[in-house]
């Protein structure tokens, strides 16, 4: 059972290792995007007659691929975020240059976003792969009899996405029962969920300490499918 634990926390580590790949990426682009623009020069249009400045335009194109996945990547394709960024290269009657300051500011708006936690896109889709395939796990082990350890699984699944609802809505992290008061209070969800969460996560202690009296495979097919449905609930 330990060991089945140890394998949920496993993989919900997932996350925050691709969370932490995109953050680097964001910082290498940013950077990137800074030596462009670094490197204009003034030139004379030969449509305006005027003087602007220009940067290597294989360089932002070259750029601005790499951006473009790392949005699609972290917003979607279909994200307002990403509109903006198409938008932001078109600059009527402008320099690349200028193209270049919009769709920086789009650039770093995305950036902070993300690093301040307000983009759910990618944190949801991992989530619901993660969580998807625990909870599958946790079924498979309660048809083959091993319902403490499908309850301990099952419990990770919940405890983790509680902590994540809390991360969302600026609440501190703490033990279950604490963040589920928290929540309810907070207004995330009702106190008739609150009351589920705390029956989970009463067997799942109870299979944690191996108090195999306090709860039957039933209860535990209730929990599994009371977990399903709060991600089915939380991670839109």
Request: aromatic residues 8%.
């Amino acid at each position: 059972m330990a060991a089945q634990y140890q394998a949920a926390e496993s993989q919900m580590e997932k996350e925050f290792t691709m969370t932490k790949l995109f953050t680097k990426r964001f910082n290498e682009l940013e950077q990137q995007l800074e030596q462009i623009a670094s490197s204009k020069t003034t030139s004379v249009s030969q449509l305006t007659g005027s003087a602007g400045f220009y940067v290597d335009q294989n360089a932002l194109l070259n750029w601005q691929i790499k951006a473009k996945t790392l949005l699609i990547a972290v917003c979607g394709e279909s994200s307002h975020q990403l509109r903006s960024f198409h938008a932001a290269r078109h600059v009527v009657m402008g320099t690349n240059y200028e193209a270049l300051i919009q769709l920086r500011a789009v650039f770093l708006a995305v950036k902070d976003d993300f690093e301040g936690g307000y983009l759910n896109t990618l944190r949801d889709l991992v989530h619901a792969e993660v969580f998807g395939s625990e909870l599958e796990q946790a079924a498979e082990l309660l048809s083959a009899g091993y319902a403490s350890a499908a309850a301990v699984i099952a419990g990770v699944v919940l405890e983790t996405n509680v902590r994540n609802l809390c991360t969302d809505r600026g609440i501190e992290h703490g033990k279950l029962d604490k963040m589920n008061a928290d929540l309810t209070k907070a207004g995330a969800y009702n106190s008739i969920q609150q009351k589920r969460i705390t029956a989970m996560a009463g067997i799942r202690n109870a299979a944690a300490h191996g108090d195999t009296g306090k709860f039957n495979p039933s209860d535990v097919k209730g929990m599994i499918d009371d977990v399903e449905r709060f991600l089915a609930t939380n991670l839109q």
